[in-house]
C-alpha cells in the first residue's frame, strides 16, 4: 500500500486570484523587507513540500533563506531546465502555478521505478461518468487515451463491462476513498495510482472540473493519457514534449507522445519470451512499431494462404491464433497488436488450438490439446485444466474448433469429422452426441481450423477460405478469405 500511495498521481492547479488573502504564517525574518511577497513564498513553500519533500517547520515557519529551502528551489530549477539559482524568482514561480501532476518530481518517486502490470494485456473499466460530456464522447476520449499507449508498446487495453478491471476510471468529487480527496473547481484535476493489487492502476478525475474534448477547459484525452501513463508505472520526464512532463498542457495537434516516452514504455514493457537474436529486453525499439526491424517476429497477415487454428472474442477485442503467434483486432478500432501468444499472455508457452468466448461471464476458453485455460478479463487464471472437465470420452485428446452460440446457451465442439454440444447452464454434454458435422452443418464438409459466432452466424475458417453459416436456415450464405478479418 506505502508503495502504491507514493505512486499516487494528482494533478493540480494553483489558482492566485485578486482575493487571495495574506498567509497567517509568521515568516523568520518577519523585520526585515522582502523581495517576494508574502504569497509567492507560501506558494513555493507548499510546492516544495509536496513535489521535493521539503521537510515542514514544526513551528509552521517559513525560511526562504534557509539552506533546505534553497536546496530545495535549486532541485527543483534544475528538474525544469530553469537558472539553478535558489531563488524565487519570476520564472520559477510562474512554474510553480502552472497545472500540473501531484506526483513527486524527485526523491520519494524514484523508490517506485520499475513498477509494471505482469501482463500486456490489460483491463480497465468505466464507473462514475462526468456530467460535462456524453457518455459516448467519455467512452471515446478514454478509448483513446489508452490507444496512445497501445499504438506505441505491445500492450492492449481490454474494457470490461464487470466492473472489475486492472484500472477502474471514475469520475468523482471531495473525499471518495483513496485517502486522496479532491478540493474543487480550481484545484486537483485528477490522480492515479501505479501498477498493483487494490487501488493499484485506478484513475480518479475530479467531477468539479469543467471536463472538455477539445481547447478550452481541461482536456479529458490529455489528461487521462498522462495519467494512464502513470497507471501503467511511468515517472515523471524532464523533457517538456514529452507527455509525462509534470505540467498540463493543451492539445497537440501532432502525436502526443514523444520519442522518449515510447522508449520508455517499451523498456517497461519488453517483450518476454522472445529469443535474444530477435529483440534486447529493454531495448526502445519493439516488433510492433517497425516490421523491418525484426522479420523473425512478424508475420504476414494479408498472405493469401493465411490459416488460423483459433479465433475468440476477448472482451472488446477478437483474438486470432495461429501456431505460437496471437493477433489482436479491436473491435472498434482498425489497429491490429501482433507478436507471439507469450508477450500477451506470459502463462502460456504453447499454440492454441480452439477458443471459444462466453460473453455472460466474460470468460474465454483456450485449449491445447487434451488441456484447456480459463481466461477471465486479461487474466489466465490458474493451471490448465483437462477436457474431461466437459464430460468428454477419454479418448478425445484433442479438439479443431469451438464456439459458443449465445442464442441456445451450446458450446459446440468439433473434432475431425464429428462435433459435440455442451450445455453451458446444466454444465453437461447434450444427449446423442457426438453427430456428424456433414448431416447437421450442410455445405461445410472438411475439417475445421476454427469457429467464431457474430449476430447469428457461424464462420467456419477452413484452411485460407471462412464459410458464412446461417445458423438458422442450415446453409453457407458465403465465403471469404481468412486474411480479410485482418483487414487485407
Not at 504569497?39 to 521539503?54: E, G, H, I, R, S
Not at 519570476?90 to 524527485?106: I, N
Not at 493543451?250 to 519488453?270: G, Q
Request: glycine share 8%; with cysteine; hydrophobic share 35%.
Amino acid at each position: 500500500m506505502h508503495a502504491m500511495l507514493l505512486s499516487c498521481c494528482v494533478l493540480g492547479l494553483t489558482m492566485l486570484g485578486p482575493c487571495f488573502t495574506a498567509p497567517t504564517f509568521i515568516p523568520e525574518e518577519d523585520s526585515t523587507p522582502t523581495p517576494e511577497p508574502q504569497v509567492d513564498l507560501k506558494l513555493a513553500t507548499d510546492y516544495l513540500q509536496q513535489y521535493y519533500n521539503l521537510q515542514k517547520d514544526p513551528l509552521g515557519r517559513m525560511k526562504r533563506s534557509g539552506p533546505s529551502f534553497v536546496s530545495k528551489v535549486k532541485d527543483m530549477q534544475i528538474f525544469f531546465g530553469l537558472n539553478a539559482t535558489g531563488e524565487l524568482n519570476s520564472d520559477t514561480l510562474e512554474m510553480m502555478g502552472s497545472p500540473r501532476c501531484g506526483v513527486p518530481d524527485v526523491e520519494e518517486y524514484s523508490n517506485n521505478q520499475g513498477t509494471r502490470w505482469n501482463k500486456n494485456v490489460i483491463t480497465y473499466s468505466i464507473g462514475r461518468y462526468t456530467r460535462d460530456l456524453p457518455r459516448s464522447t467519455v467512452d471515446s476520449l478514454i478509448e483513446s487515451a489508452f490507444s496512445v499507449w497501445a499504438r506505441a508498446s505491445g500492450l492492449t487495453f481490454v474494457r470490461s463491462h464487470s466492473g472489475n478491471a486492472d484500472i477502474m476510471v471514475e469520475f468523482v468529487t471531495h473525499a471518495h476513498g483513496d485517502l486522496h480527496p479532491f478540493d474543487g473547481p480550481g484545484g486537483t484535476l485528477a490522480h492515479a495510482f501505479g501498477p498493483g493489487l487494490g487501488v493499484g492502476g485506478d484513475t480518479h478525475f475530479d467531477d468539479s472540473e469543467r471536463w472538455t474534448a477539445g481547447g478550452t477547459g481541461f482536456n479529458l484525452f490529455v489528461v487521462a493519457a498522462h495519467e494512464f501513463g502513470h497507471a501503467l508505472g511511468l515517472k515523471h520526464s524532464r523533457n517538456p514534449e514529452s507527455l509525462m512532463y509534470p505540467t498540463y498542457k493543451s492539445p497537440h495537434p501532432t502525436n502526443l507522445l514523444s520519442l522518449e516516452d515510447v522508449a520508455n514504455i517499451n523498456a517497461l514493457y519488453s517483450p518476454v519470451g522472445v529469443h535474444p537474436n530477435h529483440i534486447l529486453r529493454g531495448s526502445q525499439y519493439n516488433p510492433w512499431l517497425s516490421r523491418s526491424l525484426f522479420p523473425g517476429l512478424m508475420q504476414d497477415r494479408c498472405a493469401p494462404d493465411l490459416t488460423f487454428d483459433a479465433v475468440s472474442t476477448l472482451g472488446d477485442a477478437t483474438f486470432f491464433f495461429k501456431e505460437r503467434y496471437l493477433w489482436i483486432k479491436h473491435n472498434r478500432q482498425n489497429d491490429i497488436k501482433e507478436g507471439p501468444i507469450v508477450n500477451f499472455m506470459p502463462k502460456i508457452e504453447t499454440s492454441i488450438d480452439a477458443a471459444f468466448w462466453i460473453p455472460r461471464r466474460s470468460t474465454a476458453y483456450l485449449i491445447h490439446e487434451s488441456m484447456f485455460w480459463t481466461v477471465k478479463g486479461s487474466v489466465v487464471k490458474g493451471k490448465p485444466r483437462p477436457l474431461s472437465h466437459f464430460g468428454f470420452p477419454a479418448w478425445v485428446q484433442d479438439v479443431d474448433a469451438a464456439v459458443h452460440i449465445v442464442k441456445t446457451g451450446r458450446t459446440l465442439f468439433f473434432i475431425h469429422d464429428v462435433y459435440w454440444s455442451f450445455n453451458e447452464n446444466r454444465k453437461v454434454m447434450d444427449f446423442g452426441y457426438p453427430k456428424y458435422i456433414s448431416e447437421d452443418f450442410p455445405g461445410v464438409n472438411t475439417m475445421i481450423n476454427a469457429a467464431f459466432y457474430k449476430d447469428n452466424f457461424i464462420y467456419f475458417f477452413v484452411g485460407p477460405q471462412v464459410y458464412k453459416y446461417n445458423y438458422t436456415q442450415k446453409l453457407v450464405v458465403g465465403v471469404e478469405n481468412a486474411s480479410s478479418w485482418l483487414g487485407c
